[in-house]
């Protein structure tokens, strides 16, 4: 069993930036993939950006603005969040795919984007 502790979310002004952290209890091998989701009230919970061992991917909507990063050797998982928009109002969840298809997620984390 993995849990997945994400941190790092709030409250900025538009244009403003966090990052956000998600941890893992244990061990992440680096054949893991790993991503961010996020779900804004009424919506379907969607891609933000994923990690794999070789690659990146981003949503559109936030190219060019988001970051994933992972750091292997503390289990966890960074989205760095640049530009932000109203839009980007949602709460944010990190999800782990082991290399034999089991999934985690954390319990999500707020972040809310307003002047």
């Known amino acids: 069993q993995v849990q997945l502790v994400e941190s790092g979310g709030g409250l900025v002004q538009p244009g403003g930036s966090l990052r956000l952290s998600c941890a893992a209890s244990r061990n992440i091998f680096t054949n893991d993939d790993m991503a961010w989701y996020r779900q804004a009230p009424g919506t379907q919970r969607e891609l933000v950006a994923s990690i794999s061992r070789s690659s990146t991917n981003y949503a559109d909507s936030v190219k060019g603005r988001f970051t994933i990063s992972r750091d292997n050797a503390k289990n966890t998982v960074y989205l760095q969040m640049s530009s932000l928009k109203p839009e980007d109002t949602a709460v944010y969840y990190c999800?782990?795919?082991?290399?034999?298809?089991?999934?985690?997620w954390g319990q999500g984390t707020q972040v809310t984007v307003s002047s």
């Open positions: 999800k782990v795919t082991r290399t034999w298809g089991q999934t985690y």
